[in-house]
């Protein structure tokens, strides 16, 4: 069995947790509803404010999932309670954020701004035009659409412009030696 998989996943009254004859957990909380699909060796079982996963059988694939299903489990009760978030930051000489209904406007150096959709249940705010937050109740999709900001214009290790997560350290190589 899974070390991590064994621990319970305790929620408290504010959030809503159905296993579903599908192998499906639904997590309903203040701030939106999660459905984790879990595959067939692993099932979930609801024992008052706590939600108990076991392994079907003795497999390496349904020990791994064990753990994996109890982590999403977990993410998802904090999800639709806290939320989570991403930071982001823009340098660069022009480099701007700029929110506009469902679509983020970023101007990062190329010939035309940069328009990046919205996705269903994400939040982008901007602080200040070069720093910008990812908030949502999922957190594989907020890391994936901070990856996907990050990813228009990665941080160069020469000058350090681009698209880097709040706090990020880029290692910086040095330029050309002048002439001997």
Do not use: C, W
């Amino acid at each position: 069995m899974s070390r991590i998989g064994k621990a319970p996943v305790i929620f408290d009254n504010t959030v809503q947790v159905s296993v579903s004859p599908a192998n499906e957990v639904v997590v309903k909380g203040a701030k939106s509803s999660l459905t984790i699909g879990m595959k067939p060796n692993v099932s979930a079982k609801i024992d008052g404010n706590k939600v108990v996963l076991t392994p079907n059988d003795d497999t390496k694939e349904s020990r791994a999932m064990h753990g994996l299903y109890r982590a999403l489990i977990q993410n998802a009760v904090t999800g639709v309670t806290k939320g989570f978030s991403r930071g982001l930051e823009l340098q660069g000489v022009g480099y701007r954020a700029n929110v506009a209904g469902k679509k983020l406007e970023l101007s990062l150096g190329f010939s035309h701004p940069v328009i990046f959709d919205i996705p269903e249940g994400i939040e982008i705010k901007v602080e200040k035009q070069t720093s910008l937050t990812v908030n949502g109740p999922s957190k594989e999709l907020v890391g994936q659409v901070a990856a996907k900001i990050r990813s228009f214009r990665p941080p160069e290790p020469y000058l350090g412009k681009g698209v880097r997560y709040a706090g990020e350290q880029i290692r910086r190589k040095a330029g050309k030696s002048a002439g001997k």
